[in-house]
């Protein structure tokens, strides 16, 4: 299990929708028939590139695929927006990433025609996307004379607020992933994971269902801190009972989650600390203490902090809170001392 990143909504989104699987499952339904029914599906590939500026990487995710469309090739662009609500700018941001990604293309095939685009955007957030999905939408009413000057585009848009992941009915995984984004924000989170959690025992492949469970389990701990080790012990014994693999991966994850500090120092006071012995116990004082001096320095010189950069302070490691003290030394922001 790798270390824990400073935002675990775009690590999440990252691990899932760069599995190949994952990504085509969400994409044959969330595209346009029209768009994916001529695609080659197995010309589906994922680039590592990133268009979003860093200092939106706590608000946005995204990916960039590409793929046989007919005899041509075409890019598909999702952006993830992990915001509470919908952003009005977000077709001119769509915009720029496309420009971005027209560049870099003339760039790697320079002689070649551009790709068209296909932007999707993913939105999980509490309230409703209010906002429509074209571009000349932010111009309000133009002229006709006007309007043959001004660029346009319609974006496709899945809004998780509404009931839509049900129609992922043939791809369980992209189902799983979609559902664990959905309910990530919801203030019962142990109720939420025992609704997902059960989609595991569709997952055919022994190693496919270990690695999803894995990942959501991390993503849910990581985002809600009220998530605790009996949670997820409860939580996992009871879709255990069908496999006999279950008990061995159930003691394996609560170890490896003690050992990155996922659930130890959440219950101060409780058995499973007392029992970690003295020396963990001096190494967890320290890291307080680290933790406790960088809250003090972050505050004084950005004023009170939010609950989500608490958090990602009182979760980090040693070696991550001593980075984070040099460099909110000249951040400018919250965000970038903790990046």
């Known amino acids: ?146 309007a043959f000057y001004v660029p346009d585009f319609h974006y496709e848009l899945c809004d998780l607020t509404l009931p839509e992941p049900a129609k992922v009915r043939d791809a369980v995984l992209s189902r799983l992933v979609l559902l664990a984004l959905k309910h990530i924000f919801d203030p019962n989170p142990k109720q939420a994971l025992a609704g997902i959690l059960p989609l595991v025992r569709e997952i055919l492949n022994r190693d496919t269902t270990l690695e999803m469970l894995e990942v959501v389990l991390r993503y849910y701990v990581q985002a809600n801190p009220i998530l605790e080790e009996n949670d997820i012990r409860e939580l996992l014994t009871d879709i255990a009972n069908l496999e006999d693999y279950m008990p061995t991966f159930i003691d394996r994850y609560i170890e490896q989650g003690r050992q990155q500090g996922l659930f130890i120092g959440r219950q101060e006071g409780r058995q499973e600390g007392r029992q970690e012995g003295r020396q963990e116990g001096r190494q967890e004082g320290r890291q307080e203490g680290q933790a406790e001096l960088l809250l003090r320095l972050m505050t004084r010189k950005f004023g009170p902090l939010s609950k989500k950069h608490r958090r990602l302070i009182e979760q980090a490691d040693g070696d991550t809170l001593l980075r984070w003290s040099e460099q909110v030394l000249f951040a400018t922001t919250p965000d970038e001392a903790l990046r």
Request: aromatic share 12%; charged share 25%.
């Open 1 to 146: 299990m790798a270390q824990p990143l400073t935002d675990p909504h775009d690590r999440f989104f990252r691990e899932t929708f760069s599995r190949r699987d994952v990504a085509e499952g969400f994409l044959r339904n969330y595209l346009p028939t029209a768009v994916a029914d001529r695609i080659d599906w197995a010309s589906l590939a994922i680039a590592k590139d990133s268009f979003v500026e860093k200092a939106l990487r706590h608000h946005f995710s995204d990916l960039l695929y590409s793929a046989r469309h007919r005899n041509r090739e075409i890019k598909i662009y999702l952006l993830v927006e992990h915001k509470s609500h919908s952003d009005t700018w977000v077709a001119l941001q769509l915009l720029r990433y496309q420009v971005r990604i027209w560049e870099l293309h003339r760039k790697q095939k320079p002689g070649e025609y551009l790709p068209p685009i296909v932007p999707l955007v993913l939105y999980h957030g509490q309230q409703r996307w209010q906002i429509p999905d074209r571009f000349h939408a932010l111009f309000g009413v133009l002229d006709e004379d006007l």
